[in-house]
């Protein structure tokens, strides 16, 4: 029968999680989880590892939310639940309290845009059916999967809009291109029959790996 593991206080098993996950993590990184981890060690270092339940975790959860924003204290439930992972595979704990914790809902996502000197680095970093899928992303704001399905029939030169319909929702949806999109598309679909892919390279159906054509 396999003897459970030893008791471990939980300040001294963050101690040891910072000090071997230092060489893998960046430099900001150690030092926003370091950070992190003084809060924790408040909260729960003077409490063994095997004491520590999911109740006091959805506690301490409910409690950060009443001073943080939803992102900050994600952050820390991440760390938290990282720390049990470790000490269950590091053979401390048998079985993490946190595996049934979710994070708090409602958290903002920054939507970063690039600079006209940024389009113009990724831009002369690309080459041939790359740099084309590239060029289109930034000039319409259409995902990857989007480009990549793109078809013939949904492309209408003339009147400057691709056509895309979501099948999830099924819902239809007109992106206006300028004329550096026509300009490629035009190209792509010149003379061709039939509906397939307008991004197809050479070989193959689609393009789905990052080699220039």
Excluded at 30 to 46: Q, W
Aim: with cysteine; charged share 35%; aromatic share 6%.
């Amino acid at each position: 029968m396999r003897k459970d593991p030893d008791p471990v206080k939980f300040n001294n098993f963050a101690k040891e999680y910072l000090q071997r996950s230092k060489a893998n993590k960046k430099r900001s990184t150690y030092e926003r989880d370091l950070y992190i981890m003084r809060t924790l060690d408040r909260e729960f270092g003077s409490k063994t590892l095997q004491e520590m339940t999911t109740w006091e975790i959805e506690k301490f959860k409910s409690a950060r939310r009443e001073k943080l924003k939803v992102a900050s204290v994600n952050r820390e439930l991440a760390v938290l639940k990282h720390i049990f992972s470790r000490a269950v595979e590091w053979g401390k704990l048998k079985e993490t309290p946190a595996r049934k914790m979710k994070k708090l809902k409602g958290a903002i996502m920054r939507v970063r845009f690039l600079m006209p000197d940024e389009v113009q680095t990724l831009l002369s970093n690309c080459e041939g059916i790359v740099k084309e899928i590239t060029t289109g992303a930034i000039h319409t704001g259409m995902r990857r999967g989007e480009i990549l399905h793109l078809r013939r029939e949904s492309v209408d030169l003339e009147r400057g809009i691709v056509t895309l319909l979501d099948t999830k929702n099924h819902e239809r949806r007109d992106i206006p291109i300028n004329k550096t999109v026509n300009a490629i598309l035009a190209t792509r679909t010149e003379g061709k029959q039939g509906n397939e892919y307008v991004f197809k390279p050479r070989i193959g159906k689609r393009v789905w790996a990052s080699t220039p054509q």
